[in-house]
């Protein structure tokens, strides 16, 4: 069991409560996770998105939450076992909490997301595919995984205005500009801009180096990055 929650929450019908002033915590969402419990994790941030933004709430609260976790695991706090489960239960909750696109959503500019061949994180991806969701854009969300050829070749099939690519390991800086290059090349004559978004992004001078248009530190500075580059 994870960390004693900071007030009591209720069993049955979270939607009921009443939310205590400044108890949606990163330690509160942190515990939730931990404990597999994505009904209530949902409910904790469709609780803060009535107080700001997704995209706040996801660069602020959510991002937090998972710092805890992550440290929690590297001090020996916590086990491989809640590390794992707290980034699934996150990934249920986010399905949970979705934005409806609408009718809108339907003809906005098309992105593509994905994480570059070798990449096993989504959250970010999830995330983004959210956000960008809500700013009237068509989202596929490739997922993880995804071998620079195939990116490409969907690229090359579809009239896609912008790629987004993730990565974590500065080890993939290789292979994130393999996915870059294959970017380009299904563009042909025109062209199609790169961000690029994760932890690799402490790299200096990564977007040079794999020729990107755009690096996002977070999820505000993708969603602006998108913006500047959608199509008028």
Request: aromatic letters at 4%; a negative charge.
């Amino acid at each position: 069991m994870s960390d004693q929650l900071p007030f009591r929450l209720p069993p049955v019908d979270p939607a009921a409560a009443d939310v205590p002033a400044g108890s949606l915590s990163p330690e509160l969402l942190a515990g939730l996770l931990a404990d597999g419990d994505d009904d209530l994790a949902a409910w904790t941030l469709r609780h803060a998105f009535a107080e700001s933004s997704r995209v706040a709430v996801y660069d602020g609260l959510l991002s937090e939450a998972m710092r805890l976790v992550g440290e929690r695991w590297e001090s020996g706090q916590w086990t491989v076992a809640e590390e794992h489960l707290a980034s699934r239960t996150l990934l249920r909750a986010l399905e949970r909490v979705r934005p409806e696109p609408g009718p809108d959503g339907r003809v906005g500019p098309l992105a593509v997301l994905a994480g570059v061949a070798g990449e096993h994180h989504m959250i970010g991806l999830v995330c983004l595919e959210q956000a960008l969701t809500e700013d009237g854009w068509t989202v596929v969300n490739m997922g993880a995984d995804l071998p620079a050829g195939d990116l490409g070749s969907f690229v090359r099939r579809n009239e896609v205005e912008l790629v987004a690519l993730s990565a974590m390991s500065p080890d993939r800086v290789g292979t994130l500009a393999e996915s870059v290059d294959a970017v380009r090349a299904a563009a042909a004559d025109r062209h199609l801009p790169v961000l690029v978004g994760g932890q690799i992004t402490r790299q200096p001078g990564l977007g040079t180096t794999v020729g990107a248009d755009g690096v996002a530190h977070s999820l505000a500075e993708a969603v602006s990055l998108a913006a500047a580059h959608r199509p008028a």
